[in-house]
């Protein structure tokens, strides 16, 4: 778990962000002062952008991923305290297009079309192969293996994705609404 801290001096009174990021299980707590102020999880986690207001000031914690790891980044009315640059909300704007498009448009994407087929076949094609090139399976019988378990892939990964989408959906709605 990734502990980051910032202490920042806003209206003349210092502040003390802190953020828990579990790499593999996804969950987030932001703390100010010690006082939760926000707790999530995602399944998938790509990271993103978590808004929140101290008086009149708005800040977000960005958190990115370059590959392997994590970076963490907070932004106090819009300029980075890590690069000193300008920065927006960009999770703002694709709240906004999602809810243009509705939920129910957003979660056939996300959990079908995405994780079902997407990932559900690259695991099943992938799968198939090592067993065909490991066990040795002759060419006639490739398809009788690999159409069963695309099928059961494509179900399995869109339910995971379904609950990926609700979870992000909820995330977005818990943190975009309430500006």
């Known amino acids: 778990m990734a502990k980051k801290r910032w202490i920042v001096n806003l209206d003349n009174k210092e502040y003390k962000i802190q953020l828990n990021h579990g790499y593999f299980s996804g969950r987030k707590t932001i703390k100010v002062n010690d006082e939760i102020i926000y707790q999530g999880k995602q399944i998938f986690d ?3 952008n978590y808004p929140f207001k101290i008086g009149s000031h708005k800040l977000f914690i960005e958190i990115t991923i370059n590959g392997r790891t994590f970076d963490y980044d907070l932004i106090v009315d819009g300029i980075s305290l890590a690069t000193g640059e300008r920065m927006v909300d960009s999770g703002l704007d694709e ?12 979660f056939f994407y ?8 997407g990932r559900g ?20 019988h490739f398809y009788t293996y690999l159409f069963p378990l695309l099928l059961i892939s494509i179900i ?3 339910l995971l994705g379904y609950f990926e989408a609700k979870s992000i959906w909820n995330d977005y709605q818990n943190k975009y609404d309430e500006k």
């Open 121 to 140: 076949s690259f695991f099943a094609i992938t799968f198939t192969g090592f067993m065909y090139i490991i066990n040795d399976i002759e060419e006639d």
């Open 95 to 106: 709240w906004k297009e999602m809810k243009r498009k509705g939920k129910n448009k957003y």
């Open 46 to 48: 790509q990271g993103g």
């Open 156 to 158: 399995l990964f869109s």
């Open 110 to 117: 996300k959990a079908f079309l995405k994780n079902g087929i």
